[in-house]
């Protein structure tokens, strides 16, 4: 889960930041009329920082959503055998 949290940080430090970035008229113009169709023709006219920006909101949510069925449920049988072939793998090691 670390590699997934690292690359979602990652994912938001460029792809997001690109994507809000080339945002900014809209952002300018929201200040002054703020509508949701102000949003909605925002990221319809600009197609990459729309795109770029549901990339990153998409693996923040199934990161999330998987962070916590984890703390809910626990671990599943397939995630537990791979942690036990893991800690037995670490301790074979000098």
């Given at each position: 889960m670390t590699r997934w949290w690292w690359?979602?940080?990652?994912?938001?430090?460029t792809v997001g930041t690109t994507s809000l970035w080339s945002l900014r008229p809209t952002f300018?113009?929201?200040?002054?009329?703020?509508?949701?169709t102000a949003i909605r023709y925002g990221l319809a006219f600009n197609r990459p920082a729309a795109v770029g920006l549901g990339l990153c909101l998409g693996v923040t949510v199934a990161l999330l959503v998987r962070e916590s069925r984890h703390l809910v449920w626990g671990?599943?049988?397939?995630?537990?055998?791979?942690?036990?072939?893991?800690?037995h793998h670490s301790h074979r090691r000098p």
């Open positions: 690359m979602t940080l990652g994912l938001w430090s300018e113009q929201l200040r002054a009329y703020f509508t949701w671990l599943n049988r397939r995630d537990r055998a791979q942690l036990t072939r893991s800690l």
